[in-house]
């Protein structure tokens, strides 16, 4: 929770660098140390036991409930997420997303869940969820009238957007389809991974609860795995309790490594956008390439969505190839040199990927026109851009046609 009561308008850069900072938990140090506890001790019985009720953000208790470190991160992560009252943290994206999901789900709901949700967001509906007695619909985020007569039809009782959507990066208007969820009185919940609280203000755009996977901007540096969920102060509530039922904590040390991180992604974000950028604009002419899946580039399916409502970007994207033969994107992968072959993104380091995304819709044509066509997913990292394109250049040279 938010301690700060200084209101002065500060920019980004200002808040990411002394966000969270309390000279009460770290004392003369720049940096909050490592709280590394599970015991908490007392004063005296008494004091235990006025603990035991009251539970509040940065009460010490015991090491579920996490220490300073921890706190600060949290508070960090609240500081710089426009509209937020708090922030829980989970052991990583995938705990956040079911964090949020069970803290705002009961038997008998439904969800809709927007059809180009992370592949194991998506699970969750149809497995976890399911199993519970908890319905479900995707819904194209492309097609607000469609959406509108869903909502209207199943009456959920939450919303969950991605923007822009897992592999395929269609941006949609989260402003106008959260709106159309709230009249219906359903909570709306975003996964703002891409963006950050710095590149899309999810709160302030009409969702109650925004989440993202620390393991990728934040963290930064591909070493650790954490999520986090941000709310006002009725969903964090909510997020928090269930949280503590369901015993989540992130160790003091990857708290730590995740208020390093942040420290830096504003301008780690800056780069990675801008080297982005010049990559997608030179895939975008190569003579192999069908389209580049990119908001950020002028002309790119949901670039005018992105720049109407986003405040930055960040180097994930995706290309479709030309070629009719299902392995090129693997051929592509395996010729690239500097790019490794991985999961997750976001890390200073560039990373390919190989992508299927027809294999996790349910509603949505492929409006990126993937088909059968071999796509690829790229997370542009802090080397030089000339050295990706030349990179790119020469494994894309090896292709057949
Ligand atoms: C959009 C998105 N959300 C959530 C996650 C899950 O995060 P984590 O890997 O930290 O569990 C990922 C991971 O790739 C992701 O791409």
Redesign the pocket.
């Given at each position: 929770m938010s301690t700060s009561d200084d209101k002065r308008p500060q920019g980004a850069g200002t808040r990411v660098t002394h966000a969270g900072r309390r000279p009460e938990w770290s004392g003369r140090v720049v940096n909050t140390p490592v709280w590394r506890a599970s015991t908490h001790l007392y004063e005296s019985e008494a004091e235990r036991k006025a603990a035991i009720g009251a539970n509040h953000d940065g009460q010490f208790f015991y090491g579920r409930r996490g220490a300073p470190t921890q706190w600060a991160l949290a508070d960090a992560l609240t500081e710089i997420e426009p509209g937020a009252f708090g922030t829980v943290l989970y052991p990583?994206?995938?705990?956040?997303?079911a964090g949020c999901l069970l803290a705002v789900l009961r038997p008998d709901d439904h969800l809709l869940m927007s059809d180009n949700?992370?592949d194991?967001?998506r699970s969750m509906a149809t497995g976890l969820l399911k199993r519970m007695g908890i319905t479900h619909s995707f819904f194209d985020p492309l097609d607000m009238a469609g959406f509108e007569a869903l909502v209207a039809d199943t009456k959920p009782r939450a919303v969950w957007f991605?923007s822009p959507g897992?592999l395929t990066m269609e941006v949609c208007d989260v402003p106008a389809l959260a709106a159309i969820a709230r009249d219906a009185k359903a909570v709306t919940l975003m996964?703002n991974?891409?963006a950050s609280g710095l590149g899309f203000a999810a709160l302030e755009n009409g969702c109650d609860i925004v989440?993202?996977?620390?393991?990728?901007h934040v963290g930064g540096h591909s070493d650790l795995?954490?999520?986090s969920a941000s709310a006002s102060e009725r969903w964090y509530n909510a997020l928090r309790l269930t949280s503590q039922q369901l015993g989540q904590i992130v160790s003091p040390d990857d708290a730590a490594l995740a208020a390093r991180g942040l420290r830096t992604m504003k301008v780690r974000l800056e780069q990675s956008t801008q080297s982005a950028l010049k990559i997608a604009q030179w895939l975008s002419g190569h003579e192999k390439i069908e389209h580049v899946l990119c908001p950020l580039l002028p002309g790119a399916p949901g670039h005018d969505l992105w720049k109407r409502d986003f405040t930055g970007g960040c180097g994930?994207f995706s290309f479709v190839l030309k070629s009719d033969d299902p392995e090129a994107s693997g051929k592509v992968a395996d010729a690239l040199d500097i790019f490794g072959i991985g999961?997750?993104?976001g890390g200073f380091e560039s990373l390919v990927l190989p992508i299927y995304p027809d294999n996790d819709r349910s509603v949505m044509k492929p409006p990126t026109n993937c088909g059968a066509k071999s796509a690829v997913r790229l997370s542009i990292g802090l080397e030089d851009p000339e050295n990706l394109i030349a990179d790119l250049e020469q494994a894309l040279g090896q292709l057949d046609n």
């Open positions: 990583s994206g995938v705990a956040a997303i949700a992370y194991p967001t991605e897992s996964d991974t891409w989440m993202q996977s620390l393991s990728k795995m954490m999520g994930l999961y997750s993104w």
